[in-house]
Nanobody
Framework: QVQLVESGGGLVQAGGSLRLSCAASGIIFRISYVGWYRQAPGNQRELVADITVDGSTNYSNSVQGRFTISRDNAKNTVYLQMNSLKPEDTAAYYC???????????WGQGTQVTVSS
C-alpha cells in the first residue's frame, strides 16, 4: 500500500519561505515520477513542479525561479522549497507519485499553505 505524507505547510508573510516535504512508503521515489500540485478554493488542481526518474525537473511559469523541487533517495522524500512566496501561492499543496512499472498513481492528503499580504 502506497502512502504519501506531506508536511511543512503553514502561514507565512509574503516574501517568506517554506519547505514542504513528501515522505513515502510503499513506493520508491527514485524510480517514480513525483509532482507537487496545488489547489486553491474554486480552482482546479494544477501542477507546480515535478521531478522524473532521471532527475529532470519542471516548473509552472508562476513558480519558476522561486520554487525548487528536490529528491532525497536515502530518505525516500521529495521536497518543495518555496521562496519569495506571494499571496497567490495560497493553496492546498499535494504530492503525487506515479510508479510506471506497477502503473500505480497515488496522492497525499495535502498540506495547506497560506501567504498573507
Amino acid at each position: 500500500q502506497v502512502q504519501l505524507v506531506e508536511s511543512g505547510g503553514g502561514l507565512v508573510q509574503a516574501g517568506g519561505s517554506l519547505r514542504l516535504s513528501c515522505a513515502a512508503s510503499g513506493i520508491i521515489f527514485r524510480i517514480s515520477y513525483v509532482g507537487w500540485y496545488r489547489q486553491a478554493p474554486g480552482n482546479q488542481r494544477e501542477l507546480v513542479a515535478d521531478i522524473t526518474v532521471d532527475g529532470s525537473t519542471n516548473y509552472s511559469n508562476s513558480v519558476q525561479g522561486r520554487f525548487t523541487i528536490s529528491r532525497d533517495n536515502a530518505k525516500n522524500t521529495v521536497y518543495l522549497q518555496m521562496n519569495s512566496l506571494k499571496p497567490e501561492d495560497t493553496a492546498a499543496y499535494y504530492c503525487y507519485a506515479y510508479d510506471s512499472r506497477r502503473r500505480l498513481g497515488s496522492w497525499g492528503q495535502g498540506t495547506q499553505v497560506t501567504v498573507s499580504s
